[in-house]
């Protein structure tokens, strides 16, 4: 309301220089983001192998979409994923932050934690790779040491999707850790010491307060893990693509596999957009349900 | 609302000046077409007289044609190839380009989108059908009419592959075959003779007397061989056979000889529209193959084939017979260990019976240098070249004087190759590589299918029908 106030010159500067801070991201976000996407979705009316002109086809790729049983099977290996990844790591996070928060501030501790996260993904998945190997990897010559029958891990259709998730908590659940320990600096010293005085145990401060006061940031480290969660590709695209047979088949791997071995991209682009609404769809639900614009601390 | 329209001029002007630099930095170099520096800036430059009856030097400016190959052993064969090729025809260079066969595919189609293909590439019976049907290729029969080029002098079959109503898409470089390959120090422990083993015979029952080789060199960790009634499968450490892997849609070197030698055919020739994936006969072969670990534990899990590869096990001693590619012969006999050889594929119930594929050379039509591209196809494709290429040893050229040369060099490493060049002459020795259209998808399901068989997810029969069902489908 007091906008008005003020001499319009200023208000216009002040529009202006908001633009040009504005602009490079608009500009990307336009360019990289919006154009593809409006290019993807009429995409998906068509059917394109890349090289001959898109043909239009209507809603037939959608009608096909719901009839397609290795679509569902993909998204169910993508839930199993998802389902394995986000509880742990979450939990596993906010245990190590918690305890950081508790024991030490040392930035050492806290960049050995981020190491794995600022390694590039292929580099994960390859040294895990040779680490899980069945035949020759560290990991089993230690299992067979200690007297135990080696194990297949990514080459077993039981085992491979929770090695995957297993590598893949190892890499993020100390970034995870890191955003969570940051928040719980925001939680004011105050709180907890009057929660002594009035006679509360740690299990209590941590369930009646922590918890409640870090719901902004475990909304915001939910929302951003689930979604990359779904978007699982790289660790899977070096290490089973997609098998065996079609075990870790996650939709990324099926957009993958119908875009460039196939060279169906209308169907693969059909693929796509549902996985955008399916993720807009989670994502709505997540903010509606946690609220996640306020904080218990007003 | 004039401050939001100056805002939108603003960053709008910033867009602006963010695309010129960018054009500018990619225009900058175009914008001397003096200089020329590289033979590849000067294949910029228009072409002044494509007199469509001109053979060589049709042009005196300098072109460089790039020429892509997936195997890695044949590059310094073509490197040298293209040596003689310039000094016989100075005005063009030819770049040759190597990626392994699954970067090697995703660089030529998504080359051909982003018009940066090469000029000449090798090509793969499975993969040009749907090229030529997606006009990628360039025709070569007005070529090869003009220049009068012999196609009968490619050894037999071979020339006919590339053809398709009448168009030609590609001239014959080489051909393979599939061999028994043994670890000779595993035989003579077990006591078993390099001519028992060429005259094995198999069936999908019980394997045959190749079943009972194979049993005789499993070995587990107290020494028993799988024949032995205390033999224990969970603690074998030397395998008799390891498999190749699934096999996918083809099964070139994992299980195509064991089919086709029990009667079964993939489908009724050159550009059929049906496979018969779901024959009694191809089930029973594939069930005994997976049964090798499944059932018998005297072949490595797939998991295992899966991580290092048919080769490596092999390779690294783990264990006895493998089957395999002519093209493989320099992979099992470098650097290895152990004394390799080669045998004769067991006789089955049709007799021996091998895939026998053949890879070409086809021009992208996309190359700004068609007439200098099908110089140098026709070259490579020529004696001259396929000489030089057999000198190398390393793979078996499409012209016999190339297969001669190439026996010279595998005799002077040592190495005696006779079992895929005696299968090859053999009558009825091969069946051809399979060719239809759908490839790129037929390939994702069997892959899948097959794997689900070797790890004992379904029974052959039933995955191999769902396969046949899924794979027809494409063509209705």
Known sequence: ?298 | MRSRINALALALSIAASMLLVACGGAAAPAAEPTKAPDAAAATEAPMATEAPAATAAASTDAVTIRYGLWDGNQQPAYEACAAAFTKANPSITVKVEQAGWGDYWNGVQTGMVSDTAPDVFTNHLAKYPEFASKEQLVDLKPFIDRDGVDTKQYLAGLGDLWGRDGKVYGLPKDWDTIAVVYNQDMLDKAGVTVDELNNADWNAKDGGSFGQIIKKLTLDANGKNALDKAFDKTKVVQYGFIPGGGGGAYGQTQWSHWAVSNGFKFNDGLYATKYYYDDPKLAETIQWYANLNLVDGVAPALADIKSLGANALFTGGKGALTTDGSWMIGSYTKDTKFKVGFARLPKGPEGRKSMFNGLADSIWVGSKHQEQAWQWLKFASSPACENIVGSYGVVFPAIQSGVDAALAAYKAKGLDVSAFTAQATEANGTFLFPVTDHASEIGPIMDALMDSIMLGEKTAAAGLKEGNDQVNALFK
Not at chain 1, 122 to 139: E, H, K, R, S
Not at chain 1, 168 to 183: D, E, K, Q, S
Not at chain 1, 255 to 262: L, Q
């Open chain 1, 1 to 298: 309301m007091t906008t008005h106030r003020q001499p319009r010159l200023a208000a216009r500067r002040e529009a202006l220089y908001a633009w040009a801070f504005v602009a490079p991201s608009l500009i990307g976000f336009l360019i990289f983001f919006a154009v593809p996407s409006v290019r993807g979705l009429l995409m998906s009316f068509t059917n394109w192998d890349l090289l001959r002109p898109a043909k239009f086809v209507g809603v037939a790729n959608y009608v096909r979409l719901f009839g397609d049983a290795d679509f569902r099977h993909a998204l169910k290996v993508t839930g199993y994923y998802v389902l394995m990844n986000i509880p742990i790591q979450t939990t596993l996070a906010l245990g190590i932050a918690v305890m950081m928060d508790k024991f030490s501030k040392s930035t050492i501790i806290r960049g050995i934690l981020v190491l794995p996260w600022l390694l590039p993904n292929i580099v994960v998945a390859l040294i895990w790779l040779w680490l899980l190997d069945p035949t020759m990897g560290f990991l089993n010559q230690i299992i067979m040491g200690l007297g135990f029958q080696r194990q297949p891990f990514l080459g077993s259709i039981d085992q491979a999707m929770p090695t995957i998730a297993a590598i893949n908590i190892w890499r993020h659940a100390g970034y995870t850790a890191i955003l969570i320990y940051a928040g719980l600096q925001t939680i004011p010293k105050e709180v907890y010491e009057a929660a002594a005085i009035d006679g509360a145990n740690e299990q209590q401060m941590f369930f009646g307060i922590t918890i409640p006061l870090l719901r902004p940031v475990l909304v915001f480290v939910l929302v951003t893990t689930i979604i990359g969660s779904f978007q699982i590709f790289d660790t899977i695209a070096i290490t089973t693509k997609g098998g065996p047979v079609d075990a870790t088949r996650v939709v990324y791997w099926y957009i993958y596999e119908y875009a460039f071995v196939r060279f169906k991209m209308g169907y693969a682009t059909t693929i796509s957009v549902a996985l955008f609404v399916i993720l807009i769809t989670i994502t709505f639900i997540q903010m509606r349900y946690f609220n996640a614009n306020s904080s218990d601390l007003d």
